[in-house]
């Protein structure tokens, strides 16, 4: 009984841990997508948000509208291939992308 309680400690501060690993995406923001290839539509005004989660680094931002602007990123391209290697001269070989999106606050 003694181990349980540590080990369910011990996973509890490893998940919150690895639950603030992308701080610098801010806290309302909700993953929407992911992969080597997005194409995603926004449901409201607001910004989109790809970061590479094993490293921490913003790829992209860019400001979505609903019905406007989506978010697109495609590694296909030599565009995105571009952005990539100015970001990462060494490209992590386990890289993972997520994209978020954090909706614009409600005007009054």
Same mark, same amino acid.
């Given at each position: 009984?003694?181990?349980?309680?540590?080990?369910? !400690? *011990?996973?509890? *501060?490893?998940?919150?841990? !690895?639950?603030?690993? +992308?701080?610098?995406?801010?806290? !309302? =923001?909700?993953?929407? !997508? $992911?992969?080597?290839?997005? %194409?995603? %539509?926004?449901?409201?005004?607001? /910004? =989109?948000? *790809?970061?590479?989660?094993?490293?921490?680094? /913003?790829?992209?931002?860019?400001?979505?509208?609903?019905? $406007? =602007? $989506?978010?697109?990123? %495609?590694? /296909?391209?030599?565009?995105?291939? %571009?952005?990539? @290697? =100015?970001?990462?001269? +060494?490209?992590?070989?386990?890289? @993972?992308?997520?994209?978020?999106?954090?909706?614009?606050?409600?005007?009054?």
């Amino acid at each position: 009984m003694k181990y349980t309680t540590h080990i369910i !400690g *011990l996973t509890t *501060l490893l998940l919150a841990v !690895g639950c603030t690993s +992308t701080s610098n995406v801010p806290s !309302g =923001a909700k993953v929407v !997508g $992911g992969g080597l290839k997005i %194409d995603w %539509d926004a449901p409201a005004d607001g /910004t =989109a948000i *790809l970061v590479e989660t094993t490293t921490g680094k /913003t790829v992209a931002t860019k400001s979505v509208a609903d019905g $406007g =602007a $989506g978010f697109s990123f %495609d590694l /296909t391209t030599q565009q995105d291939v %571009d952005t990539l @290697q =100015a970001i990462f001269p +060494t490209m992590p070989t386990n890289a @993972q992308f997520v994209l978020y999106f954090v909706p614009s606050p409600k005007k009054q």
